[in-house]
């Protein structure tokens, strides 16, 4: 499954070589993307300097061995989670989900670390390492979860409900993490909305639909905060139904964030690293994934024999693949290391509180 490395060389597109080797079955056409949020002049001007030093790199360079050199010499770690591109999979030291990483990032003993994800999860490692340097590749890979659900507005939700206990899932940013009680991700949401106290009132943001999934899981009825994933919400049912017509013998598995009407056709519902241990382990043959497709590297890795289908969005677009994580690339990767910037730094009291909510959920995991 690992591509040829003669296609990872720079200034090839980089994700279309390496599915071209791939096993996966794509059951759309990878074309298209999301429309990505207004940009402040402040951020567009910053986005252009990114790709004019990224267009300077030495066309001559190995960014492999580049990479793993700097790596080396700065005493770097590379966390990636699973919804990176292939290449920037393979080069990492550490890939998992959210939560995995966030624990990856507290056991490391390295002074850099490059996180290869979205702008939450560099904070998180962040927050909990305020002595190390976190750099993030490209600082406008964000979230939608995390864009919807400012500090202000939260805090002003949080007022309403006086006594109430506030979860905030991990896609959101430092400030909300800060305003919160505990944070969960997908793989412990359950397990921490069990541990608060049946005659608390739970507040769950921002993602609407995992807090469904969570409110069906444990019978309690939680007031939610109306936000949602771009890439998860656009899975279309109507051609999932056609689909699984298509290959009778193929288990829908899908992520808790994917709306209703897909979660309720999924035999197995879970976090990323769960639906990854469940195509390991399941005896089926053949899978259609109802999350981000960057998972399937790892799924085709881990169970070559298996057939893997990524569950397909409504549009004629590549909607399903989240444009924040694919903002990354392995030139950016490569200036992150050489150049220790875009560096993410916190403002220390926000990172205390926020730090307080991460280690009450890291206890409970
Ligand atoms: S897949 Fe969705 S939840 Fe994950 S980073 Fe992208 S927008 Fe955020």
Redesign the pocket.
């Known amino acids: 499954m690992t591509p040829d490395r003669g296609t990872r060389k720079r200034g090839l597109p980089i994700r279309r070589a390496s599915r071209a080797g791939s096993r996966w079955a794509l059951a759309v056409p990878s074309t298209g993307r999301h429309a990505l949020r207004m940009e402040s002049p402040a951020a567009l001007e910053a986005q252009r300097t990114l790709e004019s030093r990224v267009a300077a790199i030495d066309s001559r360079l190995d960014l492999f061995d580049e990479i793993a050199r700097l790596k080396r010499e700065r005493n770097a770690v590379i966390l990636a989670h699973y919804?990176q591109e292939p290449d920037i999979q393979d080069i990492a030291d550490f890939i998992g989900d959210s939560l995995q990483l966030s624990q990856e990032a507290k056991r490391t003993a390295a002074d850099v670390i490059v996180f290869c994800g979205?702008h939450f999860m560099a904070e998180t490692a962040k927050i909990l390492n305020p002595e190390k340097k976190v750099v993030l590749p490209d600082l406008e890979a964000g979230?939608?979860?995390?864009e919807g659900c400012p500090a202000d507005r939260f805090a002003a939700w949080r007022q309403r409900f006086p006594g109430a206990v506030a979860v905030s899932y991990i896609?959101c940013s430092a400030d909300v993490k800060a305003l919160s009680d505990i944070i969960c991700t997908s793989s412990n949401a359950e397990k921490i909305v069990r541990s608060i106290p049946a005659d608390k009132t739970v507040l769950f943001a921002p993602d609407r639909n995992l807090g469904k999934w969570v409110e069906k899981r444990t019978g309690r009825d939680m007031k939610l905060w109306l936000g949602s994933?771009?890439?998860?919400e656009t899975f279309s049912e109507r051609k999932l139904v056609a689909l699984v017509d298509a290959h009778p013998d193929a288990e829908v598995i899908a992520h808790p964030?994917c709306e209703e009407p897909i979660l309720r056709r999924a035999k197995f519902v879970g976090s990323t690293s769960a639906l990854l241990g469940y195509v390991t382990k399941s005896p089926a043959k053949a899978f259609i994934v109802a999350t981000?497709p960057g998972i399937l590297h790892q799924m085709q890795k881990a169970a070559p024999e298996k057939t893997l289908i990524a569950a397909p969005p409504e549009g004629n677009c590549a909607c399903n693949e989240?444009p924040?994580?694919k903002r990354n690339s392995l030139e950016k990767v490569y200036l992150a290391l050489r150049d220790l910037q875009p560096e993410i730094t916190l403002d220390e009291s926000v990172r205390v509180r926020a730090l307080a909510s991460v280690e009450r959920m890291l206890s409970l995991s």
């Not at 979230?143 to 995390?146: E, G, I, K, T, V």
């Open positions: 919804y979205v979230c939608s979860l995390a896609n994933c771009v890439v998860h964030e981000e989240c924040f994580m």
